[in-house]
């Protein structure tokens, strides 16, 4: 498939020997009007790939905080027809920022898969994350997605053992997402040693960039953890800011600044790193 702006974007990364920030939020959380303004503003924070959520009634790999956002995004109206309209309207002013969709498969499915790959090629996403999807549905949805040009992004977690890595490595394009924790988003903080081992192993049988998520919640960690590896994924400490900041669940004049704030601090964590 022809290089993705995920593919350039590591590849910038990897000449400078940088480490990646990855940021995900909930498209639609609190409200779209203040979603999109948090999406736009994360490149100028050091932001090198954003991750948009696709709120799903039953988000069985997220913890509550993500849980919950995506209740309010659901709850103001978001659809997966408005979560492509935001990709285009971000769009507008930036054509270089990398965006990933993660979710779940059922809502494509029933937005149809041809229509969705086909839309989601022309909003401008790069890249998708299903969580949902085992390699051995691949027919699926991942060769599809490849064809219309978009990376299939795998996780890979401690309990992907040597066996089944070839497996889950199979058609993984632009990044693998290593999960540094067994169980649900924001429940555990990770180990930074396992991590890196875990990392090495992986890249040990890939030329694929290796990012870290699931659990990292302070400049400090993401420090630690973008040491021994390509880049850090944060999700749900950026969801715990948006949440901290609403007013009985809408937004504030604080939230835009306070999420801004927060993401700049994980930026400085991940280039102290890469610095050092």
Same mark, same amino acid.
């Given at each position: ?18 480490? =990646?920030? $990855? ?5 639609? #959380?609190?409200? +779209? %009007?203040?979603?999109? @303004? ?11 790939v954003i991750e948009l959520g696709m709120p799903f009634s ?9 849980q919950m956002a995506g209740k309010r995004a659901l709850d ?46 022309? =909003?401008? $996403? ?5 969580? #949902?999807?085992? +390699? %051995?549905?691949?027919? @699926? ?84 953890? =973008? ?15 948006? @949440? ?33």
């Amino acid at each position: 498939m022809m290089e993705t702006r995920i593919d350039r974007r590591f590849s910038v990364l990897k000449e400078a020997g940088q480490s =990646a920030l $990855v940021a995900y939020v909930v498209a639609g #959380d609190p409200d +779209p %009007e203040t979603s999109l @303004e948090i999406i736009r503003g994360l490149p100028g924070k050091g932001v090198d790939v954003i991750e948009l959520g696709m709120p799903f009634s039953d988000p069985m790999a997220d913890g509550p905080a993500i849980q919950m956002a995506g209740k309010r995004a659901l709850d103001a109206g978001q659809t997966l027809v408005k979560t492509l309209n935001m990709v285009r309207e971000f769009r507008k002013g930036d054509n270089e920022m990398p965006i990933v969709l993660m979710g779940y498969y059922n809502p494509i499915y029933i937005y149809g898969n041809d229509r969705f790959l086909g839309d989601a090629k022309e =909003a401008g $996403v790069d890249g998708l994350i299903i969580v #949902d999807l085992p +390699p %051995e549905a691949d027919e @699926e949805l991942c060769v599809p997605a490849m064809e219309h040009g978009l990376n299939f992004i795998r996780l890979a977690t401690p309990t992907t053992d040597s066996k089944r890595l070839p497996t889950v490595l199979n058609n993984t394009s632009g990044f693998v997402y290593y999960v540094s924790i067994t169980g649900i988003t924001g429940t555990a903080a990770p180990d930074p040693n396992k991590v890196a081992r875990a990392v090495s192993h992986i890249k040990n049988k890939t030329d694929l960039p290796v990012v870290v998520g699931f659990g990292v919640k302070t400049g400090e960690q993401a420090e630690t953890i =973008a040491r021994g590896s390509d880049g850090v994924v944060v999700g749900t400490a950026i969801v715990s800011v948006i @949440e901290a900041s609403l007013d009985n669940g809408k937004a504030t004049d604080d939230t835009i600044s306070a999420v801004h704030k927060f993401v700049s601090e994980l930026s400085v964590g991940v280039k102290r790193a890469t610095a050092s």
